[in-house]
């Protein structure tokens, strides 16, 4: 299977099957009707699209659970990741967008831009190993070794976390974390949070703030080892 054979929408689908299995729910399978939501297409064309690519040994379809990626599905959706996420990166860096700007720019142009100006564009940025966000960019081949992580809803209080990566590309949110300061390799610790999945509260150095347990459950942390 090479990128030729896969048009557009087909690369689409697969990243967004993808991003709905193993970067939303960290379920094994996704429904279709997940999917149609996600994409904001009819079910039927859902349906249509799933076949062609279950036949062409990219996912699996069982019915009553869901779809999911193959092997060689997910081998495609993490190349196609690849580019979209350095091409953010060279929005950024390059560019000097915002990194609540780049993810619809890059969707429109990543598919139009061939290997050599891509190797090209990694050189200029000195091989980025993370997207503006924080997500992993997977090497040529589509590896990546996923980052042990986990939402803010689930730390520790008053131990001390550093932000990986942040899992919205709403840009609206995005301009709000960083207005908070909450952008990957930013510490914090965990002072409160309120019962009933209520708000938190985080330190930044001497700062507080505030935020939403939607909100939380939407940036990933690791551990900081301190002594």
Known sequence: ???EQLSKTMLEYLVYIYR???ETTKASYVSTSDLADMLAVSAPAVNRMVTKLREMGLLHHERYQGISLTDAGKREALKQLRRHRITENF??????FGWHEVHQEAERISNTIGDKLLDRMVEMMDTPTRCPHGNPIPDAAGN?????DKPITEVEINKTYQISRVMTREPERLEYLAALGLKPDQQFKLIHAAP?????????GREYRIIGYNLAEMIRVRPVDTP
């Open 91 to 96: 929005l950024v860096e390059v560019m000097g």
């Open 20 to 22: 709905l299995s193993d």
């Open 144 to 148: 990546y070794t996923p980052p042990d």
């Open 1 to 3: 299977m090479t990128d």
């Open 196 to 204: 009933f999945n209520g708000p938190m509260q985080l330190q930044l």
